[in-house]
């Protein structure tokens, strides 16, 4: 079991940066790649950004890619997405979850929200223009 929490979202302005965290708890968190998605109101819930379980590997959605990083910290059970350059096209409920199965990652379907085990809460970004 892997609870997730997610923090540091907020209002921006267009151009502008934040930081989000997600902060999870269970001894196995290095076992799990971990993704960021968001859904912004009336859409469906998208990928944005997923890191393999050891930190080797990210992909990115094509929206955000060069402007997006995501990483983490096994010792401190957290992942991060920093986000630069941010578009009012950003504005969403932004979520951080965690995926066992290593065959996602390798047949390269970590952008399947179902393909995810756990969720975080979600925490909301508005980015003013």
């Known amino acids: 079991q892997v609870q997730l929490v997610e923090s540091g979202g907020g209002l921006v302005q267009a151009g502008g940066s934040l930081r989000l965290s997600c902060a999870a708890s269970?001894?196995?968190?290095?076992?799990?790649?971990m993704g960021w998605f968001r859904q912004a109101p009336g859409k469906e819930r998208e990928f944005v950004a997923a890191?393999?379980?050891?930190?080797?590997?990210?992909n990115y959605a094509d929206s955000v890619k060069g402007r997006f990083t995501i990483s983490r910290d096994n010792a401190k059970n957290t992942i991060a997405l920093q986000m630069n350059s941010l578009k009012p096209e950003d504005t969403a409920v932004y979520y951080c979850?965690?995926?066992?199965?290593?065959?996602?990652?390798?047949?390269?379907?970590?952008?399947?929200?179902?393909?995810?085990?756990?969720w975080g809460q979600g925490t909301q970004v508005t980015v003013s223009s």
């Open positions: 979850a965690a995926q066992r199965d290593r065959a996602t990652w390798y047949s390269s379907f970590y952008y399947l929200s179902s393909r995810y085990d756990y």
């Open positions: 269970g001894r196995t968190f290095s076992s799990y790649a």
């Open positions: 890191i393999r379980w050891n930190g080797g590997s990210t």
